[in-house]
């Protein structure tokens, strides 16, 4: 498994923007899906976003199509999410996924091997 370490986290207004980052380290090799998932108050986690290794392959969360963007950059073996026009229901904390499987990151996120600690993400009204 990877080690993950998220960064980036904060307070912002509405209508603002954050970058998180996920630097992984470890077995990064075989990391061909990373990802980014949240958990609001009083709320299970979900999904945000995928990419693959290539970046050929995105998948994002209706509720952040259109205002989010994920990126990888292998070479550093860290993963973004660009948030922009962020709301006060993005309030989370985000947590950064790495796995062997794009399917997996994606449809069954149960068991995805390696997760990040997570960083918490407020939006104010």
């Known amino acids: 498994q990877a080690q993950l370490v998220e960064s980036g986290g904060g307070l912002v207004q509405a209508g603002g923007s954050l970058r998180l980052s996920c630097a992984a380290s470890?077995?990064?090799?075989?990391?061909?899906?990373m990802g980014w998932f949240r958990q609001g108050p009083g709320k299970e986690r979900e999904f945000v976003a995928a990419i693959s290794w290539s970046g050929g392959s995105t998948d994002y969360a209706d509720s952040v199509k259109g205002r989010f963007t994920i990126s990888r950059d292998n070479a550093k073996s860290t993963v973004y999410l660009q948030m922009n026009s962020l709301k006060p229901e993005d309030t989370a904390v985000y947590y950064c996924a790495a796995d062997r499987s794009y399917t997996t990151m994606i449809r069954i996120p149960s068991g995805i091997g390696s997760w990040g600690q997570g960083t918490q993400v407020t939006v104010s009204s």
């Open positions: 470890g077995r990064t090799l075989l990391l061909n899906a």
